[in-house]
């Protein structure tokens, strides 16, 4: 049986959290009502699954350069900017948002847009969280992994932004009905082989086939250049304090793997969550990579 940790009070820590997160979600209702265009292209995915990596790429293929996007990710996305800021945003607009698909505009679906829903192995996606939610404060910076994910396998919250099972369900029992302006990816494919994933997303997007152009992508968005360029990005635009820019930039690119999660689950945590996976998912068939 796993040992959960006694000390610390990390599950009161995220569900303070989760309550505290609606206050965020104020413009929720002019989210709902935002007008689209129907060249508007939306970015969904669960925190941590890759979200700045889709829409540096998305943003390239969609103006025909291998340019970094001039702003952060963040400034388009649904959850924390005012609809009339979305709106006013240049051509091509990529919105990004971790909303399930009932939050988002309506006219996505009245125009017929484009999605991109980004998927990534849970494992993977924890292991990243934690030290994402501790660098933004949502968490004290004492919680250990061990104690963390013990008290993660039991957070009930329906809560798109922290709960993992609940968010990826609502997703999957959705994309049930058929839709075909979503396009679903994962984040192990686009690691495993960027430039052919590429070339798959830039037919969906329909942006002509451009194979020398891909393949600046796939170099540009590599890990490394990423990071490198965000660093850059995050000092102009944001933050002027330098050290604050590192850290910003230092966990939200933190690895960049496939299988880190193999260096903090333990067998037993690890058989625990397999079968609360199963749990969890029953009925939902899409098969995560867990190592390449
Ligand atoms: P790790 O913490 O495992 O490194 P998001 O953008 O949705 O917040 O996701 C962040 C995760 O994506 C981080 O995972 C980050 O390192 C990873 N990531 C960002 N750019 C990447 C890239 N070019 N290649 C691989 N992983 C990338």
Known sequence: PVQCLKIGDAFQHIVKMARMIPDYRK?????????????DVLICAFSK????????????????????????????????????????LPKPRIYNTHFTPQGLPKQVFDRNCKILFLQRNPKDVLV??????????????????????????????ESSLLNWFY???????????GHDNIYCMAYEDLK???????TKLAKFLEVGENSDLFKDIAVKCSFQN???????????????NKEAAKKI???????????????????S????????????MKGIDFKYRYSL
């Open 49 to 88: 699954s890759g979200t700045h990596w889709l829409w540096e790429i998305t943003s390239m293929l969609r103006n025909g350069k291998a340019d970094y996007h001039r702003k952060e990710k963040t400034s388009a996305m649904l959850e924390f900017v005012p609809a009339e800021v979305l709106r006013a």
């Open 192 to 198: 495993d082989d960027p430039v052919m994933e590429i």
């Open 128 to 157: 990243s969280f934690l030290p994402f939610l501790q660098g933004h404060k949502f968490l004290d910076s004492a919680i250990q992994w061990d104690e963390f994910i013990c008290k993660y396998m039991e957070f009930e919250v």
């Open 249 to 267: 930039t230092n966990f939200t690119y933190r690895k960049g793997e496939v299988g880190d999660w193999k260096n903090y689950f333990t067998i």
């Open 226 to 240: 990423l990071k490198q360029a965000a660093t850059s990005k995050v000092e102009t635009f944001k933050i002027n």
């Open 167 to 177: 968010y990826t369900r609502q997703w999957f029992e959705f994309l049930k009905e």
């Open 27 to 39: 413009h929720i209702p002019s989210i709902r009502n935002m007008e689209m265009d129907a060249d």
């Open 269 to 280: 945590v690890n058989e625990k969550f397999d079968a609360l996976y199963a749990e969890k």
